[in-house]
């Protein structure tokens, strides 16, 4: 099963939608259970925070999402569902997060239009499956004033200038987010959910429906 947490703060019909195209079957789904027990996983978002945080503790998901990733299992997290996977934020005054990356999710610098929103490049630090058949410094869709800033910077293997280098991929063993939206970036948005999903195991793919 791909499990698309639904927490009352995300993109979910663009996401759904993305996933489905690809000949997927995902389920949209607030169940505990079904988060630790899904093959995969994906964690959108689009919201505060701080909010975030508070519906994912009162639906029991933050402790799923944590067994989850505790097992290696398969997670896509994306734009608000990359940073509230570190350990706090400055956003709203500041807030703690799940804390399965150390780090913190700072403002973006003074100065800059936020939020930074349209397409921007990502730079490749690293080959990984992930991009495959992605050229380097494509354009991807974002939409934040925060972005994600972990302890360990082997962590980061995409980037993209706004103002100075910000995390835009990060990698650690099966969880995978990125700071961009893939579901709203095209051809290329629809290639790296196609690259995540078959990382997870036991998937059937609806030739009729796939888009890829």
């Not at 947490?5 to 389920?27: E, M, W």
């Not at 689009?46 to 909010?51: I, Q, S, W």
């Not at 997670?75 to 780090?103: K, V």
């Amino acid at each position: 099963m791909i499990a698309i947490i639904d927490y009352g703060a995300s993109n979910l019909r663009s996401v759904v939608n993305a996933v489905t195209s690809l000949g997927y079957q995902p389920k949209v789904t607030s169940n505990p259970g079904d988060v630790v027990r899904a093959d995969g996983v994906i964690l959108p978002g689009v919201g505060a925070a701080a909010g975030a945080i508070r519906n994912l503790e009162r639906l029991g998901l933050a402790e799923a999402i944590q067994k989850h990733i505790a097992q290696d299992r398969p997670l896509l997290g994306i734009c608000l569902g990359l940073q509230i996977l570190l350990s706090a934020t400055e956003e709203g005054g500041g807030c703690e997060c799940l804390d399965i990356i150390p780090g913190r999710v700072r403002r973006l610098p003074s100065g800059l239009k936020t939020p930074h929103m349209g397409w921007n490049q990502v730079k490749q630090l690293t080959s990984h499956p992930i991009f495959d058949g992605i050229p380097d410094e494509a354009n991807f869709y974002f939409v934040h004033s925060y972005y994600a800033e972990p302890d360990d910077k082997s962590l980061i293997i995409g980037e993209t200038e706004y103002g100075r280098s910000i995390c835009s991929v990060i990698v650690r063993g099966n969880l995978i987010a990125t700071q961009f939206h893939p579901e709203k970036s095209g051809e290329l948005g629809l290639r790296l959910y196609a690259n995540f999903l078959r990382r997870v195991p036991g998937q059937i793919v609806c030739k009729k429906n796939r888009q890829e």
